[in-house]
């Protein structure tokens, strides 16, 4: 069995899509703490942060030695800043000027760890959008879609209507790139 120290639904869904048997756990690793500007050393320095921590809250329990699966989505806006999650309705309707007509990256690490391994995978999609107009941006930050997803948008939702473009992993932008989580479990002879 897998164990997920995430509460992203979207993550659940994904490792259910697989076939994939895992059970949720918690783990309270703090991400404002990591402060790395490159988002491949960020969202990695997250994920094995959420992975001691998830490891740290088993100890002693009848879970502590089973695989843990950490993942962190990071976008890396046009203006060459790493967000997470929009703090508040502005914040979405700031991102959101700045995705309107432009390119920017989405990054998601991967990590999972056993009793004596751990693999670490990132993957990167470039993800375009269309240009918004003000009525547009506003529509989307009150449907309040974006809450609590990086970048202030979820792309398997009604924000997939102004995305023009995506150049790599599509379940990398939903929160979790299958691919790479594939290959690692395929590596720990998990899957």
């Known amino acids: 069995m897998l164990l997920l120290a995430s509460a992203s639904p979207r993550r659940t869904e994904l490792l259910d899509l697989m076939g994939i048997h895992h059970e949720v756990v918690e783990q309270k690793f703090d991400e404002d703490s990591v402060k790395d500007l490159d988002p491949i050393v960020c969202s990695q320095n997250i994920v094995k942060g959420k992975n001691i921590s998830a490891r740290e ?4 329990s009848t879970k502590e030695n089973l695989p843990i699966l950490t993942a962190d989505t990071l976008v890396f ?6 967000v997470g999650k929009p703090k508040d309705y502005d914040h979405s309707r700031k991102l959101l000027r700045e995705f309107s007509g432009k390119v920017h990256s989405v990054f998601s690490t991967v990590m999972i760890s056993t009793y004596n391994r751990k693999i670490i995978k990132t993957c990167e ?8 107009d003000d009525a547009e941006i506003e529509e989307y930050v009150l ?10 948008y979820g792309i398997h939702g009604p924000a997939g209507k102004y995305i023009t473009n995506i150049e790599g ?3 990398n932008v939903v929160g979790l790139p299958l691919h790479e989580t594939y ?4 590596e720990l002879d998990i899957a």
């Open 57 to 60: 809250l088993l100890a002693g």
């Open 77 to 82: 806006t046009p203006n060459k800043e790493i």
């Open 125 to 132: 999609t470039k993800v375009s959008f269309k240009v918004m």
């Open 143 to 152: 449907s309040e879609e974006g809450v609590g997803k990086a970048g202030a």
């Open 169 to 171: 992993s599509y379940t």
């Open 183 to 186: 290959e690692i479990l395929k």
